[in-house]
C-alpha cells in the first residue's frame, strides 16, 4: 500500500520556536508538496520540491522554508513559528504527470501559543 | 491561470437523501479533475478522477462526478448517501504544461449527513 508518512499528528508550539515539519513517502515520486489547510480557504501551497536538493515557492511561502535532501524525505520549517501558523498541515506527493493524481499524508495538526 | 471553485461551503442533507457537490474550474485549456474526501482528522483521499474519455466517472462509496466542458463544472454525486459520508469534499485541478506540478484546491464542501 502507498504511504506518505508524517512524522506528528499534534504539534503544540512556542511563539519563536524553530519548527520542523517531516514526511516521507515510498512511492518514489519525484515530486513533494507542502499545503497548508485552514477553514473556508481549502488547501493553499506553500512549497514544493520536483527533485533532491530543488525546490519552488508556492502560493503562501512567507515564514517558511523547506529541505529535501533524500528523495523520499521532504521537511518543512518554520523558522521562527507565529501564533497565525497555527493550522493543519498536509504533505503530499505526486508523479510526474499533469495526468497523475497526488498522494497525501495524514495531517499535522500544529498549534502555535 | 487556473482556478477551481466550489460553490456551497456547506451541504446538510438526511441519510439516503441524494446530494450533489458543485465544481466550477476556470481554465482555457483542457484540464484533469480531481474529487478527494477528508475524513475528520485525516489527510485527503481520491474519490475518482476525469482524464479522458468518457464523461461520467465512477469512483469509490458509490460516487460519481460528470465532466461538463460547456459548463466547465464537474459536480460530484450520489445518490443514496450514509452517515459515514459526512467529511469535507476538495475539487481539484491539474493544467498541463505541467510547469506548475501541483494540483489546485477549491475551498471544500463540507457534506453533513444527518439521521
Known amino acids: 500500500d502507498v504511504k506518505v508518512t508524517q512524522s506528528s499528528r499534534y504539534l503544540v508550539k512556542r511563539t519563536g520556536e524553530k519548527v520542523f515539519l517531516e514526511c516521507v513517502q515510498d512511492m518514489d515520486h519525484e515530486n513533494m508538496f507542502w499545503y497548508r489547510q485552514d477553514p473556508g480557504l481549502g488547501l493553499r501551497l506553500i512549497y514544493f520540491s520536483y527533485d533532491v536538493k530543488m525546490k519552488e515557492k508556492g502560493d503562501i511561502p512567507e515564514g517558511y522554508s523547506v529541505s529535501r535532501e533524500k528523495k523520499e524525505r521532504f521537511s518543512l520549517i518554520l523558522e521562527s513559528a507565529s501564533t497565525n501558523q497555527t493550522s493543519m498541515y498536509l504533505c503530499?506527493?505526486?508523479?510526474?504527470?499533469?495526468?497523475?493524481?497526488?498522494?497525501f499524508g495524514q495531517g499535522t495538526r500544529l498549534t502555535v501559543v | 491561470a487556473q482556478s477551481v471553485t466550489q460553490l456551497d461551503s456547506q451541504v446538510p442533507v438526511f441519510e439516503e437523501a441524494p446530494v450533489e457537490l458543485r465544481c466550477n474550474y476556470s481554465?482555457?485549456?483542457?484540464?484533469?479533475l480531481f474529487w478527494y474526501v477528508q475524513y475528520p482528522n485525516q489527510g485527503l483521499q481520491l474519490l475518482l478522477k476525469y482524464l479522458s474519455g468518457s464523461t461520467l466517472v465512477k469512483g469509490i462509496n458509490g460516487f460519481e462526478a460528470e465532466f461538463n466542458k460547456s459548463q466547465t463544472s464537474f459536480h460530484l454525486r450520489k445518490p443514496s448517501v450514509h452517515i459515514s459520508d459526512t467529511a469535507e469534499y476538495f475539487c481539484?485541478?491539474?493544467?498541463?504544461?505541467?510547469?506548475?506540478?501541483?494540483?489546485?484546491f477549491g475551498s471544500g464542501t463540507r457534506l453533513q449527513v444527518q439521521p
Open positions: 481539484a485541478v491539474s493544467v498541463p504544461p505541467a510547469g506548475r506540478r501541483a494540483l489546485t
Open positions: 481554465s482555457s485549456v483542457s484540464v484533469y
Open positions: 503530499a506527493s505526486r508523479l510526474t504527470g499533469v495526468n497523475t493524481e497526488a498522494f
